[in-house]
């Protein structure tokens, strides 16, 4: 009848369910009349009761979705604002996501005040809730309907601006910077210079973040160009915190242009700036930053102990995106020191935070996991997290690691050298070393000795102007081995002086000791020095077990039966190929690792 879809239509606009009161004060009819309309509803299927006859529902989202679809935008905004009313004499403030989004969809027929003044509460509502993407729709809606009315200049920057912020947490760097860029131009027009200098500030830190492996909006001379034009501004006067923020934001960039030791001394500066000012969320940003630079410089344990003071000043005040770095950064280098089982428990930590509620955390969180399920072998559980990973590194990353292991080499090249075409563009030279590396492991795992050694000499440099120690022993040791197996035996030296140098300044370096000591061990052979070589391929091999690493392992047994089998001991070089195989098949290895092995051990037989 007319008198129920009258009903209907109003029932639609307030959404999949509804309660009776609401709908009651919203229909122009009286009670009578709506609960014959439901019951006439509920006998054609179209609706049912909810909460004992209080509440009501559409029996399918659909049957909503085509009853609301049939209004017209006029009567539709016309029915939203009289179910904001209803909302208003029924629920009061209980309803403010909903009296923010049918004074919002009310449109021009609606009250502009009220659809911004509810948008915003609702929005910081959702934000004490960790509803971050809820946060962000309801400000945004408070942003569309500030620009349709006009004016409120000043309060559309400053929601510009706290919607860039929310974006650093929702991990959306590309809207991050659309309304940070917006905010800039606003204020720039209003000639408002010390908060035009703020936002240039905080648009260098959004340009010197990366979201993904590919860096599609990392561009290091940008950031500098807009802290070179907020730093003049924000030094005059007294010491305030945006000071602070610009030079954790320098400390950032210098972070993936890879010039760490000045990354250390901006991330100082913020520190001190953060003491001085007593802004524990100033100062734990600057000290992740300076950790994080004191790792990449080797100074592991002076690192890892800054960065944890900071997530416990994170927790304290318990701030998602600054927690969820402090166990990020423990995560990411405890993995890349090849310490899985410790690293999985730092990636996992946040999860435990309800405070840091459903962000793109939790994909750079699967990332991390499944990398440490793929150190240990264990490459179903790795395969099972990809689709829900998303990595900001190329040197962390799963889908390149998983790739190489399972043999797909030619896509692991491939992707290197778009990810080294992108990082000269963006001057990202933090991924760029890391696609020389990539592309030196192809080119060896193939045999192809002088582009691997050209591709890991490349990387190396990069690395080494960079001050980055901790890399260093990601690329040396490989170049050692392909700089062996090309004969150069004087240049492998060199790399293991350098290498053991490293290990033994007192640092705790896990793992990567034993790459070291795998190198040397294939080093030494060459230089026909088999008995100690033997007792170094022994002492990687227990290191790479003691981290539950059985693939490295594999990879020693490989270079142990070669190094065997050139001195001529035939049955003890087969024994390590043919354990090296074993552990290849039981951690399903792919064909190419599997063939890698054979073609040497049917060369011994």
């Known amino acids: 009848s007319d008198a129920c879809r009258s009903v209907l239509f109003q029932a639609a606009v307030l959404g999949r369910t509804f309660s009776f009161e609401v709908l009651a004060q919203t229909a122009e009819s009286g009670d009578e009349e709506a609960i014959a309309a439901l019951e006439e509803a509920r006998a054609a299927q179209l609706v049912l009761e909810e909460d004992g006859g209080s509440a009501h529902a559409f029996t399918h989202a659909l049957v909503r979705e085509t009853i609301y679809g049939e209004l017209s ?7 939203h604002l009289r ?6 004499a029924v629920e009061g403030d209980r309803a403010l996501a909903a009296l923010a989004i049918h004074h919002r969809l009310a449109g021009p027929s609606g009250n502009a005040a009220k659809a911004i003044e509810y948008s915003l509460r609702a929005g910081t509502e959702a934000r004490e809730l960790s509803a971050w993407e809820e946060a962000a729709a309801h400000w945004d809606g408070a942003l569309a309907v500030m620009e349709r009315a006009g004016g409120m200049e000043a309060e559309r920057g400053r929601l510009l601006v706290a919607l860039g912020e929310l974006m650093v947490v929702v991990g959306d760097l590309r809207r991050q910077i659309s309304y940070l860029e917006r905010g800039l131009a606003l204020y720039e027009r209003l000639g408002e210079t010390e908060r035009a200098a703020q936002v240039h500030s905080r648009l260098g830190m959004a340009y010197s973040l990366i979201d993904s492996i590919h860096a599609e909006h990392l561009d290091v001379e940008r950031a500098f160009a807009h802290f070179d034009a907020a730093r003049p501004v924000l030094e005059r006067g007294p010491l305030r915190k945006a000071l602070g923020h610009l030079e954790t934001g320098v400390a950032t960039a210098l972070t993936y242009g890879l010039r760490i030791p000045e990354g250390i001394e901006a991330a100082a500066r ?35 102990a800054i960065i944890e003071r900071a997530f416990e000043a994170a927790d304290r005040e318990r701030r998602p995106f600054l927690a969820f770095m402090g166990s990020n950064i423990r995560g990411q280098w405890t993995w890349g020191l090849g310490a899985p089982d410790e690293a999985q428990a730092f990636f996992e930590r946040p999860l435990r935070l309800p405070y840091v509620g459903k962000t793109a955390y939790q994909r750079e969180i699967a990332d991390g996991v499944g990398r440490c399920h793929l150190d240990r072998g264990e490459l179903e559980d790795a395969r099972r997290l990809l689709e829900d990973a998303r990595a900001a590194w190329f040197s962390h990353a799963l889908r390149p690691m998983l790739d190489l292991w399972e043999g797909r080499w030619d896509e692991v090249g491939a ?3 778009d990810v080294n075409a992108t990082s000269r563009r963006t001057g990202n030279r933090w991924d760029a070393w890391a696609a020389h590396l990539f592309t030196g492991r192809v080119c060896y795992l193939r045999g192809e000795l002088e582009p691997a050694v050209r591709s890991f000499g490349e990387g190396l440099a990069l690395v080494v102007d960079g001050g980055a120690a901790f890399f260093e022993l990601w690329v040396r040791p490989e170049l050692a081995r392909a700089h062996a197996d090309e004969g150069n035996i004087a240049a492998a ?17 896990r793992a990567r000791a034993g790459h070291v000591a795998l190198a040397e061990a294939v080093v030494l052979a060459r230089e026909g020095r088999f008995d100690e070589a033997d007792a170094a391929f022994g002492r990687a091999q227990i ?4 981290y539950r690493l059985p693939l490295n392992e594999a990879d020693a047994l490989h270079e142990w039966g070669r190094a065997l089998g050139r001195a ?19 951690h399903d290895a792919g064909p190419a690792w599997l063939e890698r092995v054979s073609v040497e051990r049917d060369t011994l037989r």
Do not use: N
């Open 73 to 79: 935008a006029p009567r539709r905004q016309r029915l």
């Open 83 to 88: 179910a904001a009313r209803a909302l208003e």
């Open 270 to 304: 913020g520190m001190e700036f953060g003491e001085r000012l007593g802004d524990d969320a100033l100062w734990t940003g600057a000290a992740q930053a300076y950790g994080w630079h004191l790792i990449v410089a080797g100074r592991l344990a002076e690192g890892f």
């Open 415 to 417: 992707l290197a050298a």
């Open 493 to 509: 030296r060199d790399q293991i002086e350098r290498c053991l140098a490293l290990v033994g300044s007192g640092e705790d370096w």
């Open 543 to 546: 290191d790479f077990r003691r």
């Open 568 to 586: 001529g001991v035939r049955s003890a070089a087969l024994e390590k190929l043919d354990e090296a195989l074993d552990i290849l098949r039981r």
